[in-house]
């Protein structure tokens, strides 16, 4: 999960109006990206694998509110249901990162 933070952040770095790093909005995108990769019965109302929110929690700086992570993961589903532009951002974002990622090895 620190790795595809870390490449998640290079590739928001490169988009023309990048989110300030920390925000609730690049938060939310991340979440979305690691939930494809990691838990994507998520997005189907389930809950997420066990592990994944406290290494979350841990890598987002949200340690003492670990609960926060599903809100979050919550709320940018809604969106990407919702909002036709949103659901197309995220899932440009999401291809981006999984493009690197499968350059690198990861996946």
């Known amino acids: 999960i620190d790795d595809i ?6 590739v ?3 988009r023309c109006c990048p989110p ?7 938060t939310k995108r991340f979440l979305f990206v690691i939930m494809n990769l990691y ?16 290494k ?3 890598v987002l700086g949200y340690e003492k509110s670990p609960t926060a992570i599903g809100n979050l993961c919550r709320g940018i589903c809604d969106q990407y249901l919702l909002y036709k532009d949103t659901s197309e951002d995220l899932s440009q974002i999401l291809s981006q ?3 690197v990622l499968k ?3 990861y996946i």
Do not use: H, N, T, W
């Not at 838990?39 to 406290?54: E, L």
């Open 20 to 26: 300030r790093k920390g925000s609730i909005r690049q």
């Open 12 to 14: 928001m770095d490169e």
């Open 5 to 10: 933070y870390k490449v998640f952040c290079e």
């Open 39 to 54: 838990s994507p019965r998520v997005f189907c109302g389930m809950k997420m694998y066990a592990g994944i929110r406290k």
């Open 103 to 105: 350059e690198r090895g």
């Open 56 to 58: 979350l929690s841990s």
């Open 97 to 99: 990162v999984s493009k």
